[in-house]
RNA sequence: GGAGAGAUGCCUGAGUGGCCGAAAGGAACAGUUUGCUAAACUGUCGUACUGGCAACGGUACCGAGGGUUCGAAUCCCUCUCUCUCCGCCA
């Protein structure tokens, strides 16, 4: 969420800004400021009513302990109509406050300056490639053919018991899941984040202070009996760990890591390229968040990159960045790398993590702030990062390092896996 | 699931209608003292909005939301959460 101070003291910046996100509504922007000014005028008016009853109130206290009871009583008579005009005031500011709430929330998170402008995944920026794809012969399987050879992985057993999005791992297939998370989350732990072990159910408040809600509660699943909802990544538990903290200055950064599955409703996504891992329902994710101060948090978003591709070079897998134009960012990043492995038999890239700078767009959602001894209370910036995805970090692995006798398993993941081998 | 108790500032904890934005202690920060460490002493020590160049003011907030009252941390109602006991249980 934008500050609306912000926007009142930047707007024709901020209506630049926006159009790189192909928002271009100034009459909403207007609406807000408007209603800005109409609550800040009603607010001064209501704070001086008060103090006039709180007066006459301590007045009327002194009056009578003086015994002078008929002086009270004349004060009281006048108070009531006070009253009532700061009763109605105050449902005004009330509702005029909704009103902005609700207009404020449609505002995205202003791109950065680098963003490229762009509506499609096509105007993406690539940053850099690393790695060469590897020499298949033209009879290569995809990954879901060679999941059923090995025995690794049961889409169908999990269409029976769940549904289509929820894979049965087996075997060597559920091993190499497990070994990934150790690996992912040793890594991690090696670049100082502090591992966290979370709830995958948050309430209505974690959702708004992440930006799920409001208008992104069809992408979850939801437990109406208890009004909870299936987290889709662990950045809502992890980041509405520090809604409505004031962190000490010295704190920062925060840096803490999760392991979590993922579960995304996915409504209308279908067809070809939702094959096999590609898009599920449920999937495992390691993610990392660091809560940083301002003046640092671009620096510390190169530095998560860097740990995100120091993964995906362990593991041998040729990928790129990305710097995702306007119209392909999320509704609240400043600043979004995509991080894409090649998959060598379907042939295309597949996106395995998304870091991303949100700046003070979260922070302000979540009252998230911070203090210093000389500095005053501020909000802090938030950035987050998938450091990894499993899936399509499976399905590469299958398909690149596919072999007449097998897959071979990356180095880096046999201690955690016990076996070299798939076959 | 049943019964009871509670929720106050960074922490502990006092406060049952006006003198309470809130005692006291601890922590923290600054200073004085000190050969060093410790101790002692003094001061500072919540958040948000808002007025003012500033000095300094105003308003709200004692779990959340309503109500009673001229006046509520204090009384009433609803909700949420925590704790204790019983039941059930991985």
Request: hydrophobic content about 40%; some cysteine; overall charge negative.
């Amino acid at each position: 969420m934008l500050q609306v101070n912000y926007i009142k003291e930047n707007k024709s910046l901020v209506l630049e800004r926006l159009s790189v996100k192909n928002f271009n509504d100034l009459q909403l922007i207007d609406e807000i400021l408007g209603l800005d000014d109409a609550r800040k005028t009603l607010q001064l008016e209501v704070e001086t009513l008060q103090a006039d009853a709180n007066t006459a109130a301590k007045q009327v206290g002194e009056l009578m302990k003086a015994g002078k009871r008929d002086e009270a009583e004349i004060i009281k008579s006048t108070t009531v109509a006070v009253k009532e005009n700061i009763k109605n005031l105050l449902a005004q500011i009330s509702f005029t406050e909704q009103d902005l709430q609700q207009k404020l929330v449609l505002l995205p998170n202003l791109p950065h300056t680098s963003v490229p402008k762009g509506k499609t995944p096509e105007e993406n920026e690539v940053v850099l490639s690393f790695g060469d794809a590897p020499n298949l012969p033209e009879n290569a399987l995809p990954h879901w053919e060679l999941a059923a050879k090995y025995n690794l992985i049961d889409f169908e057993l999990g269409v029976k018991i769940t549904g289509a999005g929820f894979p049965v791992y087996k075997g060597k297939g559920a091993k190499l899941q497990r070994a990934l998370i150790n690996f992912f989350l040793a890594e991690a732990e090696k670049s100082g984040y502090d591992e966290l072990m979370l709830p995958l159910l948050v309430n209505e408040a974690s959702g708004f202070g992440t930006g799920q809600l409001p208008d992104k509660e069809g992408q979850m699943y939801f437990c109406g009996v208890d009004n909870l909802y299936l987290i889709p990544t662990a950045e809502v538990p992890i980041t509405n760990l520090y809604r409505d903290v004031i962190v000490k200055e010295e704190d920062l950064p925060i840096k803490n890591c999760g392991y979590t599955p993922c579960f995304r409703r996915e409504a209308g996504s279908y067809g070809a390229h939702v094959r096999g891992l590609n898009r599920l329902h449920q999937f495992d994710k390691v993610e990392i968040v660091q809560v940083v101060k301002p003046e640092k948090s671009y620096e510390i978003l190169e530095e998560m990159s860097i740990h995100v591709q120091n993964l995906l070079q362990k593991l041998d897998l040729q990928y790129r960045v990305l710097r995702l134009c306007g119209g392909d960012m999320s509704f609240a990043s400043a600043l979004t790398y995509d991080m894409e492995v090649w998959s060598a038999a379907q042939k295309r890239w597949l996106e395995v993590s998304s870091v991303s700078n949100f700046e003070t767009f979260q922070s302000n959602r979540l009252k998230l702030r911070y203090k210093g001894n000389e500095t005053k209370t501020q909000l802090a910036h938030t950035l987050n990062g998938s450091a990894l995805a499993l899936p399509r970090i499976v399905a590469a692995i299958l398909e690149n390092f596919q072999t007449e006798n097998g897959i071979i398993v990356p180095e880096c993941l046999v201690p955690y896996t016990g076996f070299r081998l798939i076959d």
